[in-house]
């Protein structure tokens, strides 16, 4: 199992452009996040979802947006990339039960120019 | 509000010696804790969780943590530290909320000199 996986590693954006980070899960697992980490500040949840067809905001949701057709894929949508979205992105997963981790894929590290 | 707080933003210790990272959460309920390992350029890795039942808690990589409730703390121990071991640690609160939150620290980093 390749448990949470996402694409791209690494981008670099201009000022003003868009691009979608992507997450796949084959975990089978109901509830999804993106957390946006920055050094010193921790991890902080951007967006939620725990399940398809439901999403929600989590703590910094501002110019990002988020989709989750099916349980699978939970892309990240970023609008008009500002310096400030600079950062390493992780996706995670976790089952719908109380007693439960979550789980991390690799990161996206995204620089935005 | 959760929160989770970690004082140590840097600890250095020698190989061998033994280590210890702080951990103190607020949250109004019975917590469900979890220490992370993040290796430059990677995700973060589950190193160990505390859910209910004995408070000293064994994870992988010879760590374990101990949840004090009177202290609202959960620190990471190990008793001889391996130069792999050097990282980025962080503790977490879970919440079963809508969706089970998870609410991180900032993050412990660890430099292990020989």
């Known amino acids: 199992n390749a448990g949470v996986t996402q694409t791209p590693k690494f981008r670099i954006l201009k000022i003003g452009q868009s691009m979608t980070l992507q997450c796949a899960q084959d975990?089978?697992?109901?509830?999804m996040y993106w957390y946006r980490q920055d050094p010193g500040m921790g991890l902080k949840l951007i967006y939620y979802?725990?399940?398809?067809?439901?999403?929600d905001k989590g703590e910094v949701p501002n110019g990002y947006n988020v989709s989750r057709s099916t349980t699978e894929d939970f892309p990240l949508r970023l609008e008009l990339a500002a310096p400030s979205q600079t950062s390493v992105y992780f996706c995670?997963?976790?089952?719908?039960?109380?007693?439960?981790?979550?789980?991390f894929g690799q990161g996206t590290r995204l620089t935005v120019v | 509000a959760q929160s989770v707080t970690q004082p140590d933003i840097h600890i250095t210790v020698s190989e061998g010696a033994s280590l210890e990272l702080r951990c103190n959460y607020s949250?109004?309920?019975?917590?469900?804790l979890f220490w992370y390992v993040q290796s430059p350029g990677q995700g973060l890795q589950l190193l160990l969780k505390?859910?209910?039942?004995?408070?000293l808690v064994q994870g992988i990589k010879g760590f374990e943590a101990e949840f004090k409730r009177s202290q609202s703390s959960f620190n990471l121990r190990k008793p001889s530290v391996h130069w792999s071991d050097a990282a980025e640690y962080f503790c977490?609160?879970?919440?079963?909320?809508?969706?089970?939150?998870?609410?991180f620290g900032t993050g412990t980093s660890l430099t292990v000199i020989p």
């Open positions: 949250y109004g309920a019975t917590p469900y």
């Open positions: 979802s725990v399940g398809a067809g439901i999403t």
């Open positions: 995670a997963t976790s089952r719908r039960a109380q007693n439960t981790e979550a789980f």
């Open positions: 977490a609160v879970g919440v079963h909320d809508t969706g089970n939150q998870f609410y």
């Open positions: 975990m089978n697992h109901n509830y």
């Open positions: 505390y859910f209910s039942g004995d408070t």
